[in-house]
T-cell receptor, first 115, second 112 residues
Framework: NAGVMQNPRHLVRRRGQEARLRCSPMKGHSHVYWYRQLPEEGLKFMVYLQKENIIDESGMPKERFSAEFPKEGPSILRIQQVVRGDSAAYFC?????????????FGEGSRLTVL | EDKVVQSPLSLVVHEGDTVTLNCSYEVTNFRSLLWYKQEKKAPTFLFMLTSSGIEKKSGRLSSILDKKELFSILNITATQTGDSAIYLCAVRSGGATNKLIFGTGTLLAVQP
């Protein structure tokens, strides 16, 4: 039973390019959370999605960032026109339901470096 | 604004020492508090606490929650070099999203 799968593990982009990060939740999980971790900082909530729905995007910058979780396929976090400040580790986590009392299961993260 | 504060920010100890990590929080609609261990990869789950005063224990690790004073501690006894990691505290608030709010973590380094 595979865990949360994220790819790519490492991504290098030049300023102004686009970054696409993918997350496949654990089998049977339909709820996905994206978190960003900057150096020396904790995990910051970005967005929470269910299949085909964005439930809470209060932690996501209003510009350049978008997320989706289509009916088929992985969840995607998209960053357009990247800037150096976007360099961070982006973690995806999944849970079986919104009301699940247990923990979130995390992927190993995608590390974005913007040159 | 909801917040979770961990202390100390970093800690260096020797093998065999006992350490206590602290986590205090201010959130609306508290549901649970969780501890994670993060080495160089994904945060891995340690404990979830929902009730005050009930200690959760797993081997050399234990944790307890005080909902009146709004804090939790994570204890590690007889530390080993393999305990070196960032320890993250997170609080789940209720409402529409059930999201976790994380502290900045405590970086623990255990020296041989």
């Amino acid at each position: 039973n595979a865990g949360v799968m994220q790819n790519p593990r490492h991504l290098v982009r030049r300023r102004g390019q686009e970054a696409r990060l993918r997350c496949s939740p654990m089998k049977g999980h339909s709820h996905v959370y994206w978190y960003r971790q900057l150096p020396e900082e904790g995990l910051k909530f970005m967005v929470y999605l269910q299949k085909e729905n964005i439930i809470d995007e209060s932690g996501m910058p209003k510009e350049r960032f978008s997320a989706e979780f289509p009916k088929e396929g992985p969840s995607i976090l998209r960053i357009q026109q990247v800037v150096r400040g976007d360099s961070a580790a982006y973690f995806c986590a999944s849970s079986p339901s919104r009301e699940a009392p247990g923990e979130l299961f995390f992927g190993e993260g995608s590390r974005l470096t913007v040159l | 604004e909801d917040k979770v504060v961990q202390s100390p920010l970093s800690l260096v100890v020797h093998e065999g020492d006992t350490v206590t990590l602290n986590c205090s929080y201010e959130v609306t609609n508290f549901r649970s508090l969780l501890w994670y261990k993060q080495e160089k990869k994904a945060p891995t789950f340690l404990f979830m606490l929902t009730s005050s005063g009930i200690e959760k224990k797993s081997g050399r690790l234990s944790s307890i929650l005080d909902k009146k004073e709004l804090f939790s501690i994570l204890n590690i006894t007889a530390t080993q070099t393999g305990d070196s990691a960032i320890y993250l505290c997170a609080v789940r608030s209720g409402g529409a999203t059930n999201k976790l709010i994380f502290g900045t973590g405590t970086l623990l380094a255990v020296q041989p």
